[in-house]
């Protein structure tokens, strides 16, 4: 109980990565679908963390580090499209994309 | 015993967070819960000794992300309340509760296997810093590299996507300018 280990943060990381998943399933408006992704990815890098702490390799700090780059990125063009579709559309819910379902 | 309660109170912080961020319909109760929750996971990095990406967490997510997703806000209608689908709760908490465990599954499978090595092992006498300075611009050289350029491939697509009629200055405008600008927006939508 009192000595954390690598699977205490295994836990956690799949707790942050449950709701995680319970907001990309339950959300409507892209936004907060974005917000989801975040915490999904946050999830993720906790796991990384912990599992190059615990056994002295620094590869999962790499690649948390490279997860952090994509985030930023997937953030900024995201972003950009969902302004250009809101100009166009006046709302950002999903409902309304599916316009190419015929 | 220390590292402990810290771990305890920062996953409770967090899970409390991002609970909030998932369940609020309130789009900007969401934002601060989401900044917050990111703070609170830097903690877990300085716990597991891995300074420089704790630093990082703070520098990227709090300071560029968020303040991204609060610039983005303001072009949306975020004061209404957001609807929520509706669908069946036991299902979607159920099967998000098994992907997560499979995800864990699958990053655990290669662990319990015994020949585990360390493959860039930790040097003696050098600070975290120092350590992902090293493999950072050694073996993961290439990586790094690509990286910046998706970076600048991101940064000029947010530019173009985002920055339509921007070199249009309303400041300087008149309201006749704004108003004739504005139905011109309109024609251009509607037809």
């Known amino acids: ?102 | 015993m220390f590292e402990a309660i810290a771990f305890y109170l920062f996953a409770f912080l967090t899970i409390a967070m991002f609970f909030i961020v998932v369940t609020t319909s309130q789009a900007l109760y969401a934002l601060s819960a989401l900044a917050a929750g990111m703070i609170f996971i830097s903690a877990f990095f300085f716990i597991l000794g891995a300074d420089f990406l704790g630093a990082i967490q703070i520098i990227v997510y709090t300071g560029a992300v968020m303040a991204l997703y609060a610039f983005g806000m303001m072009f949306f209608d975020t004061t209404r309340s957001v609807k929520e689908k509706q669908g069946n709760k036991f299902i979607v908490v159920g099967m998000s509760a098994v992907a997560a465990i499979l995800v864990v599954l699958i990053f655990s499978a290669p662990m319990i296997s015994t020949n585990m090595t360390a493959f860039y092992p930790s040097v003696a006498g050098a600070g975290n810093t120092q350590e992902v300075g090293m493999v950072l611009f050694t073996k993961y050289l290439i990586p790094f590299e690509l990286a910046a350029v998706m970076l600048l491939v991101a940064m000029v697509s947010g530019i173009v996507l985002a920055g339509k009629k921007m070199d249009a200055s309303l400041t300087l405008m008149n309201a006749q300018e704004i108003a004739e600008m504005k139905n011109e927006t309109i024609n251009k939508v509607n037809t």
């Open chain 1, 1 to 102: 109980m009192m000595e954390i280990g690598l699977n205490h943060y295994l836990v956690l990381s799949t707790i942050l990565f449950a709701i995680g998943l319970v907001g990309v399933m339950r959300r409507k408006n892209i936004l907060l679908l974005f917000f989801a992704t975040e915490i999904l990815l946050n999830s993720v890098n906790i796991a990384f963390a912990a599992i190059s702490h615990y056994y002295g390799d620094l590869t999962g700090q790499m690649f948390a580090f490279f997860v952090i780059a994509i985030a930023a990125s997937e953030v900024a063009v995201g972003l950009g499209l969902l302004i250009v579709w809101y100009k166009r559309h006046g709302n950002i819910d999903l409902d309304n994309l599916s316009t190419m379902k015929g």
